[in-house]
């Protein structure tokens, strides 16, 4: 067996098998050997009955007492039994296993090993396998793997599949220079894969582990040096500086923060530099990042060229398109607009534009990319919440210019050393401060019997001309869908406040159109409370909105409550944030705490990095797919320094030749070549 043999090499696969494998993106024998386990079952001694925990798996030795007691449900069978030791009785139950009642006998001693459950507030002990003294001491000590499954596939099916696969398989080609692994202590390769998947014990998983965390980061540096070195190249828009721009710029009606006026900076000197630029801009949130790309926009059209801003959400793209239009239409610059939720129509005249050079800057959603939009001179593409977009949509919007210069923004404020790893290929500028007119936010964070003081702040703040966000709680919970629950919230609302106070909902699950409406409504001041969901998270900008009370704020991450936060503060006048956490627990109000003790974005970030690990602070947000499948750049800081280093050293004709010698290695640095940003 080779590592590229299809799985149904594998004694024990068959077809059926094969197509489960097939849905797990396992084709090869190397798939599933680089299938890691997600977790392991710690296989430990036995331990007093009086000793089990709920939620574990655990094995007890006992003996039974009482006849089993069989009972037929429609469902199932149910056999229930009580286990006896010197510290106490636990009840034991097994579903749909008729044949054991047979052989259980009162009176014998039995090794158990289940899970640990509760029912009607007693411990028991679920769906246990009965061991041998023999069997059982064989695998104390042992971590056994469990494994991302699918429908159709066990995780027995899994394990006994890699096992045929670990002894049959011939060369697993190591693929690490031997001084690095000298140098770092690294074990090779075909032992790591063995061990991640079934290690003696936890010393072995962890240098396992080492191993395989230390390839995906070295990997990943190495794929982010190849990118940066095919982008480094002379630009075809190289612009010049205009006076236009500042004429523009004495006409806001603020000035700039220093902070802006320098980020503005850097990125003329990359446009006029002779380079492509490739630059990310991270400014938390309110921190005038809008500005700062119109600026660009403006001198990218003063030289005679296009430039497109493509943002996440429709209701985003039309109100940068209204304030792009307001404040560059009075120096002729036509911008236009192109989503998805456009008629065919007027999709079909915003394409010409575009080709004809008429529009000098479109702003648009994802229908941008399609196929047939083409421009006459694209020379600068901007992203908006740049972690939004998932790496191909940004390529591909590139695509449609001549190496056009690349500007990505983003208001989710990552640590300097992880903004290094994920966007290691782009120069990164940082936006700190705020406008100097703005006001700290002021928090609290309370528990939902300050709802009727909350009400009566809002009351208060709406006679004062102000407006109010209300983030209702979210859907799964309680069963209701999106709709419903803005909906029922926003009724309630509408009975408290009465006639006087205008309330209306946005949600997720409203065509674009309406979302618009209603953003617009609210925009211009129409309405008093908007009651939403987290979809207005990104980007919204209603300067007069004062207050934001969000339900449930326990079960947000602290990054996203910032973000969602910070749709207040955005103008002159003093902002509040009600943080309501609907359960109660120390834990919560702890971490509930971090955000109103700081406004900082990126202190919050790194809090929130620290709780709850990089897996859920990129999570499903970035693209679904996780960019590494064992390392979290934040625990395995320390590899990844080292795994950096390395990187540096190595040189391209090792990469060529490690390219060209070892499929593998070729195949895993395009996956993160892929993975790499923009
Ligand atoms: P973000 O960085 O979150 O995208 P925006 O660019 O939307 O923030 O800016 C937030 C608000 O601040 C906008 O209403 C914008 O007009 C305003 N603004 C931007 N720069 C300044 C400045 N230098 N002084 C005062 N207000 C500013
Ligand atoms: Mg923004």
Request: charged share 25%.
């Amino acid at each position: 067996m080779k590592y590229s043999d299809s799985v149904r090499k594998i004694k024990g696969v068959g077809e059926k098998a094969e197509q489960n494998f097939h849905k797990l993106g396992i084709w090869e024998i190397g798939d599933l050997l680089e299938h890691y386990p997600r977790d392991y079952d710690e296989f430990h001694d036995v331990v007093p009955v009086s000793e089990l925990e709920e939620g574990k798996q655990m094995a007890v030795e006992g003996v039974l007492r009482g006849k089993p007691v069989v009972k037929n449900t429609p469902r199932m069978k149910i056999i229930r039994a009580c286990l006896e030791d010197g510290s106490g009785a636990v009840q034991v139950t097994w579903f749909n296993m008729p044949f054991l009642a047979g052989q259980l006998h009162m009176g014998t001693r039995y090794l158990l090993r289940g899970k640990v459950g509760r029912v009607n507030g007693n411990i028991v002990l679920e769906q246990p396998k009965l061991y041998s003294r023999n069997e059982f001491y064989k695998n104390v000590g042992k971590m056994l793997p469990i494994y991302p499954l699918t429908a159709g596939l066990t995780n027995n099916q899994v394990a006994k599949a890699v096992q045929s696969a670990l002894a049959g398989c011939e060369g697993i080609t190591e693929f690490l220079p031997a001084e690095i692994r000298k140098r770092h202590g690294l074990i090779g390769f075909h032992k790591a894969v063995q061990d991640i998947h079934f290690p003696k014990n936890r010393v072995e998983f962890l240098k396992a582990r080492k191993r395989l965390v230390f390839d995906e980061l070295f990997l990943y540096q190495v794929a982010l040096k190849a990118i940066r070195s095919r982008r480094d190249c002379a630009s075809p828009h190289v612009m010049e500086e205009r006076k236009e721009v500042e004429v523009f710029r004495e006409s806001l009606p603020f000035s700039l923060t220093e902070a802006q006026d320098y980020v503005f900076q850097e990125i003329v000197q990359d446009m006029t530099g002779g380079r492509v630029m490739n630059r990310l801009v991270q400014g938390d949130v309110g921190s005038g990042k809008t500005i700062v790309a119109v600026m660009a926009l403006y001198l990218a059209v003063c030289n005679g060229s296009q430039g497109a801003f493509m943002v996440p959400t429709e209701v985003l793209a039309a109100q940068h398109h209204a304030s792009l239009q307001k404040m560059l239409g009075q120096f002729g610059v036509r911008v236009g607009l192109l989503t998805g939720s456009l008629t065919a129509k007027q999709k079909r005249e915003g394409k010409e534009m575009l080709v004809s050079g008429e529009w000098d800057i479109v702003v648009g959603t994802h229908a941008v990319l399609q196929d047939n939009v083409a421009f006459r001179d694209l020379a600068l593409v901007i992203t908006d919440e740049q972690h939004r977009f998932g790496v191909r949509q940004r390529e591909m919007l590139s695509e449609k210019g001549e190496e056009p210069h690349i500007l990505a923004m983003s208001a989710t404020p990552i640590p300097r050393t992880l903004a290094l790893v994920l966007y290691g290929d782009m120069d990164l500028s940082v936006i700190r401060e705020r406008p100097a007119d703005r006001l700290p936010i002021k928090n609290c964070v309370v528990g939902t019997d300050f709802r009727p003081r909350a009400y009566k702040f809002m009351r208060e703040q709406i006679a004062l001309g102000h407006q109010v966000y209300v983030i209702c709680p979210m859907v799964e919970e309680n069963g209701e869908s999106e709709l419903e629950s803005v909906s029922i919230y926003a009724e309630k609302l509408r009975g408290i406040f009465q006639d006087s106070v205008v309330v209306d909902g946005l949600h997720g699950k409203m065509k674009p159109q309406e979302k618009n409406d209603r953003m617009e409504r609210f925009g211009s001041g129409e309405i008093d409370i908007l009651v939403s969901t987290t979809v207005v998270e990104v980007g919204i900008d209603v300067p007069n909105a004062t207050v934001i009370m969000i339900e449930n704020a326990e079960r947000f991450g602290l990054a996203q409550l910032h973000q969602l936060r910070g749709r207040v503060g955005r103008g002159p006048d003093q902002s509040y944030c009600i943080l309501m956490y609907g359960t109660d627990s120390k834990e919560s109000r702890e971490r509930l705490s971090i955000l109103s003790d700081t406004n900082d974005g990126f202190r919050i970030a790194r809090e929130d990095l620290k709780l709850r690990g990089q897996g859920d602070f990129f999570g499903v947000r970035q693209s679904g797919d996780k960019l590494f499948q064992l390392a979290d750049i934040y625990e395995d800081a320390k590899i990844l320094t080292i795994a950096n280093e390395e990187a540096g050293h190595f040189c391209f004709e090792e990469v060529h030749s490690f390219y060209r010698k070892n499929k593998r290695f070729a195949e895993r640095l395009e996956h993160y070549m892929g993975k790499v940003s923009l």
